[in-house]
């Protein structure tokens, strides 16, 4: 569509997409020539399930005190200590006035808190 000349707004509207995603897509296939997820930055997150953790702890019953002195549990927790700061956030196009009824109020800045890290040997 847009290689026929058509506006990223009215790309948009055909789609049902924002004007943003699609220009932010026809950016990403002006410059690669796909549309390939980029790899993450840092190492990949782990979770642990909590039934893989019961059933590897089970499978070790039979261990001595010794053997379980080697093992370290871990956990992290972050608290907030403040709300949100309530400001209003709109996306718009340049030129395009206010219109209160797409405003979305949410929480995007950082707040303070606390990260709290513990461990069980």
Do not use: Y
């Not at 009215?10 to 390939?36: K, P």
């Not at 005190?65 to 718009?92: G, H, K, M, P």
């Not at 209160?100 to 513990?118: D, K, N, S």
């Amino acid at each position: 569509m847009m290689k026929a000349g058509w506006s990223a707004r009215r790309v948009a509207r055909q789609l049902g997409l924002s004007d943003c995603i699609v220009r932010w897509c026809w950016n990403q296939w002006i410059r690669e020539m796909s549309f390939t997820r980029r790899p993450g930055s840092g190492r990949p997150r782990q979770t642990s399930c909590p039934k893989k953790t019961a059933t590897s702890c089970r499978a070790r019953g039979d261990w001595t005190a010794t053997e379980w002195n080697e093992i370290l549990f871990s956990d992290e927790s972050r608290f907030n200590l403040r709300s949100d700061d309530n400001r209003v956030r709109v996306w718009r196009l340049r030129g395009e006035s206010l219109n209160l009824v797409f405003a979305l109020q949410r929480h995007t800045a950082p707040t303070e808190g606390v990260m709290v890290w513990g461990t069980i040997a």
